[in-house]
């Protein structure tokens, strides 16, 4: 139990501090998993999984991150948020 409290409260601590954002942005297909969430969650989800190079934060019914395996291309969407992982953060091998 004490694991799982370590874990939450280094994903919110990551996914507040380890990401630029932009807001009204969209990253067009390049999917590779979506999760329900709030924006302030999606880096640190982000950073948990491989191939996961940005996210794109959709209010969308209460919240979904979506994981992309690529940072572009990039487009206008009032309302989502656009998030790429800060390079010392960075898995290896990514970009």
């Not at 067009?28 to 329900?36: C, I, V």
């Not at 019914?61 to 690529?70: E, M, P, Q, S």
């Not at 572009?72 to 390079?87: D, H, Q, T, W, Y």
């Amino acid at each position: 139990m004490a694991f799982l409290k370590l874990s939450i409260v280094f994903v919110l601590f990551v996914s507040i501090a380890c990401c630029d954002s932009y807001p009204d942005r969209d990253i067009a297909g390049q999917q590779l998993a979506n999760t329900a969430g709030q924006a302030s969650d999606c880096c640190g989800i982000c950073l948990g999984v491989s191939g996961c190079y940005a996210y794109v934060w959709d209010n969308f019914l209460g919240g979904t991150c979506y994981l992309k395996n690529a940072t572009g291309p990039v487009g206008f969407k009032a309302g989502s948020i656009v998030g790429l992982p800060c390079e010392d953060l960075k898995k290896p091998g990514i970009f």
